[in-house]
């Protein structure tokens, strides 16, 4: 009994280290935490996806992106190397398993062929740290925010993996050119499609002319569906991933950007952050009663929550939209309306309206968008005992988005619209190291414009030139003179109330001189939104008619109108002149003036901001080679204007800028500088002829609009005149 005990212990050992030896035999496996084998795709996808025709390497992905990582630097298990091209052969003659083969037949060639994969993780490892970080710190309060987080990682694959081969390979290219933006030779135009061409088809059609005006940045003001009459211009948007159905289809805009991008056009589109129309899907279902899509929003059952916002909150529209709240007779629910009644707030609290929101602006930059604005992004986050404007996680927000674009599609520039006062206006830049947006509008600078042209005093428009001077040359602003929107007076009153100049009575002038109020002003705008209880008010008009082209031209007054092209000019010129990218909105390159039909229009009479929102006027623009009339004075000075600038470095964002005396409070002069060549421009915003007493003792200087040489001492410049003085160092 005991021998037999014995030869069964053996045979159990023999066995036990059999199975030993066969285990170790067995392929190693990669396990994840399921420790399962290697899982290659994981939907839709047989065992190993073998594709030729963009030759990646086989995706090992798993449900919560990082656990199989196939890294090449240490090259373990399977080695993907992407120094030596070579070493990755897949074949597919035989459907076994994929070969590797480092030997024997030529290698194959890939310098034209990209590895997206490993492109990505590559782009999402240098920020999935610092994203999960601030995402967790930002809904740290939220128990499922873990899977809120896995749920944008895996669904910001999926657009990137949608993106088509023009966009990545233009990502790319930015990529190894970051500073393609900073440069001297982008021109911008803003124009509404239906005004300028009918529909986006139309437009296409219509390239030429915007070649022809130098234009390779077009902004089109918002297109996506809204509700007739209740759109607020577009910026109620019912469905981010539908264009409005009289501009045309999803595929029309898609088509459109293809086609701007063949001629070296960059396109722009608004994305509408803070709220939704509602007639939004979302809101449709908040509004059946469903919890869930309620929380997408802000609902109150009585006043008691929303009477505490109203006590920090600012009107935006406090005449035509008073109040941050409207009442919902159907629900018997407050729901929070910071603009219009019809446009419902976003609440950003909730992780899943950021994710929604992130997944359609990557859905719009994958049509083809080069540049996403982002519509009053300071107002995004909510916050009781607040002004709910430019809070901390507005920051944290948007420095997301930020990475998700460097991410997903990093050839996108983000454009914030941040019109608030100064001081709040250049956070949204970010830090260099931690950026958020990549350009912003030079809000400031543009209203401190209209502020010279109605006192004729440069004194607060030089400063401000001083401060944007002194900020890092990473920081881009979109200059512009007129846009869509309203003229809204965010000074610097603290700096005005030296001088003596209180904020309400000065608002009250700047509006009664640029309404054509003020006795002898040659400026024909209105007002928007007039508040009596503040003294406030915003002002609309085009560039053409509150540089008095509009008066002068209907009074029959040639000397008054050559005189007001002449002022539009030098504002342009002005403009042109500045660090950053220079815009024009559309009509302005052909001097035209306001367009009063709006009033006739029910959906439109109540928003005085449709006055310089009319129909372009292609009959007027047939007149820009006929130097007899305004279009011919003015078009062919500023397409001077825009070659001269893409022409000379000097006009590099990156080259330092400052302000020089010239002793006359209301003449403007600057200095821009490389080591190639010296600008001078010179700007008088006076009705007198003068003299700028600027005493650059350095030699001659040739004036780029004219041709002419002189000194830079002393120079006697027109009413409303300007010069671009330029010496070459070399």
């Not at 539009?568 to 559309?586: C, K």
């Not at 078009?635 to 006009?651: A, N, T, W």
Request: include cysteine; glycine fraction near 4%; charged fraction near 30%.
């Amino acid at each position: 009994m005991a021998k037999k005990r014995l030869q069964k212990k053996r045979e159990a050992a023999k066995t036990s280290a059999f199975q030993a030896a066969a285990a170790k035999a067995e392929t190693p496996k990669i396990t994840t935490k399921k420790v399962q084998p290697i899982k290659v795709e994981t939907t839709k996808t047989e065992p190993v996806k073998v594709e030729t025709k963009k030759t990646e390497p086989i995706k090992v992905e798993t449900k919560k992106v990082e656990p199989a990582k196939v890294e090449t630097q240490k090259a373990e298990a399977v080695k993907v190397e992407t120094a030596k091209v070579e070493s990755a052969k897949v074949e597919t003659k035989k459907t076994e398993t994929a070969k590797v083969e480092t030997t024997k037949a030529e290698p194959v060639k890939l310098e034209n062929k990209r590895d997206d994969d490993h492109i990505y993780r590559e782009r999402l490892a240098r920020h999935l740290d610092e994203l999960k970080w601030l995402y967790c710190e930002l809904y740290q309060d939220n128990p499922y925010v873990t899977m809120h987080l896995n749920d944008l990682l895996k669904v910001l694959k999926k657009f990137y993996d949608m993106r088509n081969d023009a966009l990545k390979e233009s990502d790319l290219n930015r990529e190894k050119d970051p500073t393609w933006y900073k440069r001297n030779d982008l021109i911008g135009m803003m124009m509404y499609v239906n005004a300028f061409a009918g529909t986006l088809s139309n437009l296409e059609s219509k390239l030429d002319y915007i070649q022809e005006c130098n234009v390779n940045y077009l902004h089109l003001m918002p297109l996506l569906d809204s509700p007739r009459g209740r759109s607020d211009g577009g910026y109620a948007v019912a469905d981010f991933r539908k264009v409005q159905e009289e501009l045309g289809t999803m595929d029309d805009f898609a088509a459109l950007t293809a086609a701007c991008h063949n001629r070296g056009i960059n396109v722009c589109l608004d994305f509408v952050m803070n709220h939704t129309s509602e007639d939004h899907e979302w809101a449709k279902r908040a509004r059946a009663g469903e919890k869930e899509y309620q929380d997408r929003y802000f609902f109150f059952d009585n006043y008691d929550i929303p009477s505490l916002y109203e006590q920090t909150c600012p009107e935006v529209f406090p005449t035509t939209a008073p109040g941050n709240f409207t009442w919902l007779e159907d629900l018997h629910k407050h729901v929070m309306t910071t603009f219009y009644p019809y446009q419902w707030d976003l609440n950003y609290r909730n992780p899943i309206v950021l994710n929604e929101m992130i997944f359609n602006m990557l859905y719009l930059a994958n049509q083809g968008v080069d540049i996403v604005r982002l519509d009053a992004v300071p107002y995004i986050w909510k916050q009781l005992g607040t002004n709910c404007r430019n809070l901390p996680q507005v920051h944290t927000i948007v420095r997301i988005m930020r990475m998700i674009c460097e991410i997903v599609c990093p050839g996108v520039l983000l454009l914030g619209e941040v019109v608030m006062a100064p001081e709040k206006v250049v956070p949204y830049f970010g830090t260099v190291e931690k950026p958020e947006c990549h350009l912003l509008y030079n809000v400031t600078t543009m209203a401190s414009t209209w502020h010279t042209v109605a006192t004729k005093d440069v004194s607060l428009l030089r400063r401000q030139l001083d401060i944007i001077s002194e900020l890092p040359r990473d920081y881009v602003f979109q200059n512009y003179l007129r846009c869509h929107d309203d003229i809204g007076w965010g000074l610097d009153y603290e700096y005005l109330e030296n001088f003596g100049i209180q904020e309400v009575p000065h608002k009250k002038y700047l509006n009664d001189f640029l309404t054509g109020k003020y006795p002898d002003s040659f400026a024909r705008g209105e007002l928007y939104n007039d508040d009596p209880r503040l003294g406030d008010a915003r002002l609309c008009g085009t560039t053409a008619s509150l540089c008095g082209i509009e008066r002068f031209g209907f009074e029959g007054n040639q000397e008054g109108v050559d005189r007001a092209v002449r002022y539009d000019i030098t504002l342009h010129a002005f403009m042109l002149s500045q660090s950053g990218i220079p815009v024009i909105y559309s009509g302005d390159e052909i001097g035209q003036v306001n367009d009063y039909s709006y009033k006739d229009d029910p959906e439109k009479s109540d928003d005085s901001r449709y006055l310089h929102r009319g129909k372009f006027d292609w009959k007027l623009a047939e007149n820009r080679h006929d130097p007899a009339t305004v279009q011919g004075k003015l078009f062919p000075v500023l397409d001077k204007l825009e070659h001269i600038r893409s022409s000379h470095g000097i006009f590099n964002s990156n080259v330092p800028i400052h302000t020089i005396d010239t002793w006359d409070n209301s003449i403007l002069a600057f200095v821009r500088e490389n080591d190639e060549e010296k600008f001078i421009g010179i700007y008088n915003f006076s009705e007198n002829d003068k003299v700028a007493w600027i005493n650059e003792e350095d030699g001659m200087y040739t004036d780029l609009i004219s041709g002419r040489e002189m000194e830079a001492k002393g120079v006697q410049i027109p009413a409303f005149g300007c010069y671009w003085l330029c010496r070459n160092k070399q």
